[in-house]
């Protein structure tokens, strides 16, 4: 069951916001819980979807996601679970959304998701960044304003992880003159774009077929970066097949030399499973790293 305090939100909430008097119910835990409690309820003739955790654990991270996949659905490329409504209790964070029904991938799943993705990262603005931080599983993840990708990239994105990372004693501070080195020469290394709006947190398993078997986008972590951060995800946990990249690539190419590249923007999400996860991603890090040693 929901907890009492947002059972009694809901009740209300739908009453005064929607008209529809009623009561939660048919509640049922779904899985996708790693961080919160998540759920799935029903609420006159409809069904929604639940997670919540404390308020005090991770502040204000449904309020970011909120946004994120307001931002997302902005754009018109996919269509975005609507979010219902986001607020908290004494006790409380939570985030409703409209319950995706799945259905088996229709034909040209991944041609659909690709062209959506390219729609997405064609969305541009002048600053790397975001008007807020949010998170990347339980991280913070800062979105300082910045004018170039590899400031942003190094002060938003590497080095908080790595610092992290050394401070816990999960990688080696040997591994600190490579990523010097690094720095010094990333800015010939990777090509300029404007900044694109990203999912940020793109991976198969953010990814599902909706009721229609349409690809549909979950749990983002936006801000405007290199469209080359999502591709270079998706890339490295595996799940997408050959066609989304190629579809991708006829819609929106990339610039030649991303297959030499893309190690260099996985290092972000490696060093935060590094902090989220131990010591099984260290070595992948330190691999990229080596060339730079």
Not at 26 to 44: E, N
Not at 130 to 135: A, G, I, K
Not at 201 to 228: K, M, S
Not at 265 to 281: A, I, K, R
Request: glycine residues 6%.
């Amino acid at each position: 069951m929901l907890p009492e305090s947002i059972s009694h939100f809901l009740n209300d909430y739908f009453l005064r916001y929607h008209g529809i008097s009623g009561q939660v119910h048919r509640v049922k835990s779904v899985g996708g819980g790693c961080i919160s409690f998540t759920y799935q309820f029903d609420y006159s003739d409809k069904s929604y979807f639940i997670k919540y955790l404390s308020k005090e654990k991770f502040p204000k991270m449904y309020q970011a996601e909120s946004l994120g996949l307001k931002l997302l659905d902005k754009v018109g490329a996919f269509d975005i679970p609507q979010v219902i409504v986001e607020s908290e209790t004494e006790e409380f964070q939570f985030l409703v959304m409209e319950y995706i029904d799945q259905s088996p991938k229709k034909k040209g799943y991944w041609e659909e998701l690709a062209r959506g993705m390219s729609q997405i990262h064609a969305e541009t603005q002048e600053k790397f960044g975001l008007s807020t931080d949010n998170f990347i599983g339980t991280l913070v993840q800062k979105n300082d304003f910045t004018d170039t990708w590899t400031e942003f990239y190094f002060a938003q994105r590497l080095m908080p992880q790595l610092e992290l990372a050394l401070l816990n004693h999960k990688l080696p501070k040997e591994i600190i003159p490579a990523f010097e080195k690094l720095f010094l020469i990333f800015d010939d290394l990777i090509p300029k774009e404007a900044p694109s709006l990203l999912h940020g947190d793109f991976w198969y398993e953010n990814v599902l077929p909706n009721q229609f078997g349409a690809p549909t986008l979950i749990d983002p972590a936006v801000y405007f970066g290199h469209r080359e951060m999502d591709l270079a995800m998706a890339d490295l946990f595996g799940g997408f097949p050959v066609e989304f990249f190629e579809a991708y690539q006829h819609r929106f190419p990339l610039q030649p030399g991303f297959e030499n590249r893309r190690k260099l923007h996985q290092l972000y999400p490696l060093l935060v499973h590094v902090n989220l996860f131990g010591d099984s991603y260290a070595q992948r890090v330190i691999n990229i790293m080596n060339q730079f040693s």
